[in-house]
């Protein structure tokens, strides 16, 4: 394979990878339940294997407004209780 | 896996201020399919939020401090981070104590990032208000995951991280709610990262407890 070849197949991986990079649409929120006079609300979003990027988006109930969070890339585990 | 970026976010109502929901950002570079998680704690009363900014040049660690108004307490808080996500990572997003005269980290939200891309703009959040929370953190030095537990009764409403050395040697994977039996997750946060290189780290979970 020449040199002209091989770098036209680099490329192409390049692309590949980089067309993978971009913004992955959230699916719906679920609501965890209430406690406290507070509700928790989740979303998740599927990252696609190889270089991804993805963001997802826990909306508040209407009439209520966001006091913290958090976010997690990483199946968590049990709490040790 | 690197969590890239976790805050409150404005939704498309005209208020301008980020009390609609939280957002999360991720990267995966592994040869599996995965998942980001956004969790949202929502709730009533007054909120105030605020927000610090700061540049982080290339090749360089940095990040922003937001503080919380005199007399208003933190009660959750993250960071944002413009740019090509593959090229940052979180490193730190936690709750601090000013010079309020207590030993709290109540007065507002610190983070930290390494940028292993062009100049960044990184915007931390406090979220505040006026009662007061309760403030709980556990550290291990020997996994990748720490729970912080919220006192019993009490309901976890936002979480921290921090990892001890250099930030380009280890990246956040997680600072989730958890429940330590049936949802809702209000028992506390959990911590997660992963470690680059380097000497072995300290990892910091923190837990912001209402009730």
């Not at chain 1, 406290?36 to 209407?62: H, K, N, R, V, W």
């Not at chain 2, 900014?53 to 933190?74: D, F, K, L, N, W």
């Not at chain 2, 403030?135 to 001890?164: E, K, M, Q, W």
């Not at chain 2, 330590?180 to 209000?186: C, F, K, L, T």
Request: charge should be negative; charged fraction near 20%.
């Amino acid at each position: 394979m020449g040199a002209f070849t091989r770098r036209g197949v680099s490329m192409g991986v390049l692309t590949m990878l980089l067309g993978a990079i971009g913004p992955v649409t959230a699916s719906a929120d679920t609501d965890l339940g209430s406690a406290g006079g507070f509700t928790y609300i989740q979303d998740q979003t599927t990252l696609p294997m190889g270089a991804s990027t993805a963001s997802a988006q826990a909306d508040c109930p209407s009439g209520t407004k966001v006091v913290g969070g958090g976010a997690a890339v990483e199946a968590v585990p049990t709490h040790p209780r | 896996m690197r969590l890239t970026s976790s805050f409150p976010f404005d939704g498309p109502d005209a208020d301008g201020r980020p009390d609609d929901g939280w957002e999360a950002q991720g990267v995966n570079l592994t040869g599996a399919s995965k998942a980001v998680t956004a969790n949202a704690t929502c709730g009533s009363g007054r909120v105030r939020y605020k927000s610090g900014r700061e540049r982080v040049h290339g090749s360089t660690a940095g990040g922003a401090e937001a503080r919380c108004p005199g007399s208003m307490h933190a009660s959750g808080g993250g960071i944002s981070v413009d740019g090509l996500a593959t090229d940052h990572w979180l490193n730190r997003s936690r709750p601090f104590d000013g010079d309020d005269g207590n030993a709290a980290p109540d007065d507002g939200w610190q983070s930290r990032i390494y940028n292993d891309g062009t100049g960044r703009r990184v915007v931390t959040f406090a979220v505040c208000v006026n009662e007061r929370r309760r403030y709980r953190d556990n550290s291990t030095d020997a996994a990748d995951f720490v729970f912080a537990d919220c006192p019993t009764g009490s309901h976890g409403t936002g979480g921290g991280l921090s990892i001890s050395g250099a930030p380009i040697e280890a990246h956040a994977t997680a600072i989730d709610p958890f429940s330590a039996s049936v949802n809702p997750p209000d028992t506390g946060f959990v911590a997660g990262f992963s470690q680059n290189f380097g000497p072995p780290k300290t990892l910091t979970s923190f837990a912001i407890c209402a009730g």
